[in-house]
């Protein structure tokens, strides 16, 4: 039997297919790519309405290759599945298993291409029981997982020789609160660092800026391994939006975050996320969200359109239009285009260490430790690098969210 994984959904997705698929090598069975498979496992994500769209039309895709004879079984995993087990397997006749979400605190596991830059997620769940947020629904309360299955982990991908480490999870920051009375992130990622001795990068994605402490921020300055970029959605930033949000933080106290963060590490990368169309966004509130966009000018931000999820505490709220919730996302994507574009012009004949991820023709690509894999831009070197290895690059040119560059 040839199995199969398409993953749809976060990076935390990743982690849990890269997991299962190891257990079923080790079970005998010939772990293949989707399109070679006898038997499709699809890790779904059930986060909100475009995600789960996606993960029904691909489930769907792979129950007619299942009719036309091309794949034996269809078996549907993960979130999607773990919120709606009552309802889909009426609605998805054909599908040979329902799994649910796939959990696994073992060290081991496949690692996928590119085999230098991997995930660990280092809690499930969460308890911050943000108003719009479906993650609780699904994945439960906040569940740390042991400092031991972290660092045998770590040193697992540290002999397997991984360059890059990206500590995930729904909120890394509150690692440890339910598990341990006096340790927290800032004294994981001690004991991580003193595991990763041939693993130069450690990213931090996922913190949320309440509980990013100064503790944490110390850490990052002075500790060379942990990348000076940090992924901390903030949502919005309006005050009034932000306590419907249920995100314990105001707008001062955000602001107060981001200058320590600048202050204490120089030309640190904040990535941040935020939500359009919220229930009850007046056009104003809106306005100062795009004037703190201008204003603070985030290296890397993405946004989401408001989903609206049943069971969540914003979903009997005064919904926005549609037509509203998606003229303020273009706007506020074209605002941020124009501040990355901005940016990356200053880049222009500075020198940084960049890690090739992949090849194409003549063509590199690679990332300076301002870019995550595969969420933020790109570096086009016209040289044939070798991939998973460091080279220092000169930024030759710039685009709206990609750079070029060439070896000095």
């Given at each position: 039997m040839k199995a199969g994984i398409i993953t749809l959904g976060c990076p935390r997705n990743s982690v849990d297919s890269d997991k299962f698929m190891y257990r079923l090598k080790n079970r005998g069975v010939r772990v293949t790519t989707p399109e070679k498979a006898d038997v499709l496992i699809i890790n779904t994500c059930g986060f909100i309405e475009t995600a789960k769209k996606e993960s029904i039309d691909v489930i769907q895709h792979a129950l007619s290759l299942k009719k036309k004879g091309k794949i034996s079984k269809v078996i549907a995993a993960g979130c999607l599945i773990s919120r709606y087990i009552k309802h889909l397997p009426e609605y998805l006749k054909g599908v040979d298993a329902f799994l649910g979400t796939i959990e696994d605190i073992s060290p081991e596991r496949i690692i996928p291409n590119p085999k230098h830059s991997a995930y660990i997620k280092i809690a499930e769940g969460c308890s911050n029981a943000c108003s719009y947020c479906a993650i609780p629904l699904i994945r439960g309360k906040l569940k740390s997982a042991p400092v031991k299955n972290i660092l045998d982990e770590v040193e697992f991908l540290n002999r397997n020789k991984v360059k890059?480490?990206?500590?995930?999870?729904?909120?890394?920051?509150?690692?440890?609160?339910?598990?341990?009375?006096?340790?927290n992130l800032t004294y994981l990622l001690k004991q991580i660092v003193k595991k990763a001795k041939n693993i130069?990068?450690?990213?931090?994605?996922?913190?949320?800026?309440?509980?990013?402490?100064?503790?944490?921020?110390?850490?990052?300055?002075?500790?060379?391994?942990?990348?000076k970029y940090i992924d901390m959605p903030i949502q919005h930033i309006n005050s009034r939006i932000l306590k419907l949000m249920g995100r314990k933080i105001s707008r001062r106290e955000i602001e107060d975050k981001i200058k320590i963060l600048r202050e204490y590490i120089p030309g640190i990368a904040i990535r941040t996320t935020l939500i359009t169309g919220f229930p009850t966004e007046r056009k104003e509130e809106?306005?100062?969200?795009?004037?703190?966009?201008?204003?603070?000018?985030?290296?890397?931000?993405?946004?989401?359109?408001?989903?609206?999820?049943?069971?969540?505490?914003?979903?009997?709220?005064?919904?926005?239009?549609?037509?509203?919730?998606?003229?303020?996302?273009?706007?506020?994507?074209?605002?941020?285009?124009?501040?990355?574009?901005?940016?990356?012009?200053?880049?222009?004949g500075k020198d940084f260490d960049v890690i090739i991820d992949r090849r194409e023709n003549n063509y590199s690509f690679g990332r300076a430790y301002f870019q995550a894999y595969d969420i933020d831009g790109e570096i086009i070197i016209l040289s044939k690098l070798r991939t998973g290895s460091f080279y220092k690059i000169r930024i030759t040119d710039a685009y709206e969210y990609d750079l070029a560059g060439k070896l000095p």
């Open positions: 890059e480490i990206n500590i995930t999870a729904q909120d890394i920051t509150s690692w440890g609160k339910d598990r341990y009375r006096n340790r130069r990068w450690i990213r931090l994605l996922y913190t949320h800026p309440k509980y990013v402490s100064k503790e944490l921020i110390k850490l990052m300055a002075k500790e060379p391994k942990i990348c809106f306005e100062e969200l795009l004037d703190f966009v201008k204003e603070y000018k985030f290296r890397n931000l993405g946004a989401f359109i408001y989903s609206r999820e049943e069971e969540t505490r914003a979903y009997s709220l005064r919904q926005v239009p549609e037509k509203v919730k998606k003229q303020r996302f273009h706007k506020l994507m074209t605002v941020q285009q124009e501040v990355s574009s901005e940016l990356n012009k200053k880049l222009v």
